[in-house]
């Protein structure tokens, strides 16, 4: 052992890489527990930091506490005995993270169908320390399960407890609400998303929500928090919060309805995120809002029985009311989800935006399940309101549609072979010889078979002994797998539904005026790329803080003269990285295939080209665009 492994900086620097790999980083610290001395505590700590299930914690209980069925005396003798901890209290203590949510990724993994109960009841079949972990940080319980269940798992040093959705029960969810305070005083995020079994709120539930709203305001230290409040007192109430610095709300017309206008101050406030069902329902919780925080996110999801209100009037009243008193909040970060607006004509994207100019926006979401349109004027407009931009999305969520792009031209033919020469009749053959057969001084040949695809396999014949076995192939035999045929990948290909406006001298006027630019999703026409085919394309402007941008989907047009505006541009752009990166590995029964633009690849070979000649000093070829 290397007197290194002891230094705590090397070790996590050790840990940290072998964490990078997801596939084979939980099997790499198993073999350093089981072979490393030094390593082998911290391994175990790594390994049993964070579990998706309770399995492997009643495993600990099983393989200690069960005899097999044929050693009678062991059986006998095991009824009076002790129960074995030893190894649940190996590794209870080190478990820091439990997420349960995801129990079915669990199940399909692991090719087993265990119930959650059943786990937890090995763990309470006998008399255990409570908690069970006493050293749980992060809990995710999951989805339809009771609360009752839950307190045997909460600690006095839980911070975050997740319960994604609750089934309400007025007499067992009130009783187990109200004792999880005492048990876990110090939860920081909280995730509490209560319904009703049929998914309406009758009056009894109205009523008994107030004590989610209580409870919740109980925990001091509250910083981040995600419910559903049912009714207006319920929100009032979370408004009073002092702590909170993150807010998720999932709202509807019930639960804002009665909300007076700026009755809502959140002092502390800095992210606020909220998903309604109308625009009408945003627009009411944002006339209660007193100001406004950082970050703002709405997303409308409205169905198409609501669709009257979902006008760009609407839309324009529901801007106005957030840029209301711009110089007094500090909007940075705004996010909007908006649905399928009324009209059948495309909307202009700066227009719908124009009563944010007066703010300071860091970063613009915006996605629209509606046709809009913007153009390089409109872009250069909206990056002269908002020069400190640093991140820029404008998306389509209309479904995409496949477009037929022209192949390739098919390379010439190869030239015809040259014609057979005849055999000269005066020179005579040449002698046949064993070479080559094995003899002593020769190196054995192999001699390569090539049996034609029509003719059969002859089966081989059976031994003296195996006269009686069938000779003739099974009955029911398995057929060759077919796999399905994908198009060329430059032949279909999902982009985006709205025609591309922008152009590269649009986008070099964002990234001229917006310096601070690092990340941004257009849809860009990059067959357009007039006066932009000389050595320095851009004019002198250039950013290297762009690494990541969706482009992939955009039309395009020469590849060597996109490579050249780019690398001139955005030298550090990979445009098929980050959210273009390329497919995963496919599992071995499928084929090959690639569905990214072929001529995009050839955009990022080129500028992968550029990079190297540059990093290296190598003189870049002139262009022969």
């Not at 840990?15 to 990078?20: D, L, N, R, T, V």
């Not at 949510?101 to 079949?125: V, W």
């Not at 550090?572 to 497919?583: H, I, R, V």
Request: one cysteine or more; charged letters at 20%.
């Amino acid at each position: 052992m290397h007197h290194a492994l002891l230094i705590p900086d090397v070790r996590a620097h050790i840990f940290a890489s072998i964490k990078e790999d997801r596939q084979l980083g939980r099997c790499t610290f198993a073999m350093l527990a089981r072979t490393c001395s030094a390593l082998s505590e911290a391994s175990l700590d790594v390994l049993w930091s964070e579990l998706d299930s309770l399995r492997p914690l009643s495993s600990c209980i099983y393989a200690a506490n069960t005899v097999s069925s044929s050693d009678e005396l062991t059986i006998e003798a095991n009824d009076d005995a002790r129960p074995d901890f030893s190894v649940f209290d190996k590794y209870a203590h080190r478990v820091r993270k439990l997420d349960l949510s995801g129990q079915q990724r669990f199940l399909r993994r692991n090719g087993g169908y265990p119930s959650l109960t059943e786990d937890l009841g090995a763990l309470l079949y006998y008399t255990l320390n409570s908690p069970l972990l006493p050293n749980l940080r992060h809990l995710a319980w999951a989805p339809g399960m009771g609360l009752n269940l839950l307190r045997h798992l909460l600690g006095p040093h839980l911070l975050s407890l997740k319960i994604p959705s609750h089934r309400w029960s007025s007499a067992s969810t009130l009783f187990a609400l109200t004792k999880i305070p005492a048990l876990c005083p110090k939860i920081k995020s909280l995730t509490l998303q209560v319904h009703s079994w049929d998914g309406h709120i009758d009056s009894e539930l109205t009523q008994s929500s107030h004590c989610i709203s209580r409870v919740i305001s109980s925990w001091p230290k509250l910083e981040e928090l995600d419910c559903n409040p049912m009714t207006s007192e319920g929100v009032l109430r979370l408004s009073g919060m002092k702590s909170l610095r993150i807010l998720r709300l999932h709202v509807n017309a019930a639960s804002v309805i009665e909300l007076p206008p700026d009755s809502l101050s959140f002092p502390s406030l800095h992210t606020f995120q909220f998903q309604t069902d109308t625009l009408d329902t945003a627009i009411t919780l944002m006339k209660a809002m007193e100001s406004f925080p950082k970050s703002l996110k709405i997303d409308v999801f409205a169905g198409r029985s609501r669709r009257g209100t979902c006008s760009p009037e609407i839309v324009g009243v529901l801007l106005g009311l957030i840029s209301r008193d711009a110089l007094s909040h500090e909007l940075r970060h705004f996010s909007l989800n908006l649905p399928l607006l009324l009209g059948d004509n495309p909307e202009n994207v700066s227009e719908i935006l124009r009563p944010l100019f007066v703010c300071e926006l860091r970063t613009l979401s915006l996605r629209m399940s509606s046709p809009f349109t913007l153009g390089d004027d409109d872009l250069e407009m909206m990056a002269r309101a908002w020069p400190l931009l640093e991140e820029l999305e404008l998306i389509d969520l209309r479904p995409r549609v496949a477009t037929h792009t022209p192949p390739p031209l098919p390379p010439p033919p190869p030239p015809p072979p040259p014609p057979p020469q005849p055999l000269n009749p005066q020179l005579p053959l040449p002698p046949i010889t064993t070479t080559g057969l094995g003899q002593p001084n020769q190196a054995p040949q192999v001699v390569t078979v090539t049996i034609p695809h029509h003719m059969p396999m002859p089966l081989p014949l059976a031994h003296a002994g195996q006269a009686n076995q069938f000779l003739y192939p099974p009955a029911f035999t398995v057929p060759p797998p077919v796999f399905p045929v994908f198009p060329p990948p430059d032949l279909f290909f999902p982009v985006r539904s709205r025609t591309a406006e922008l152009t590269f001298h649009g986008l070099i006027l964002l990234l001229k005026i917006c310096p601070n630019l690092y990340y941004f999703d257009l849809a860009l026409d990059a067959t357009k790329l007039d006066d932009l085919q000389g050595d320095r394309p851009g004019g002198g402007v250039c950013n290297r803080l762009v690494k990541y941008a969706r482009l992939i989907d955009s039309p395009i047009g020469d590849p060597e003269v996109v490579a050249r505006i780019l690398f001139d541009i955005l030298p550090e752009l990979d445009p098929l990285a980050g959210p273009n990166a390329l497919l995963p590995v496919l599992p071995p029964h499928l084929p090959a295939h690639n569905m990214t633009p072929q001529r995009w690849n050839l955009v990022r070979q080129r500028m992968m080209d550029f990079r190297h000649n540059a990093r290296h000093g190598t003189p870049q070829p002139v262009s022969e665009i």
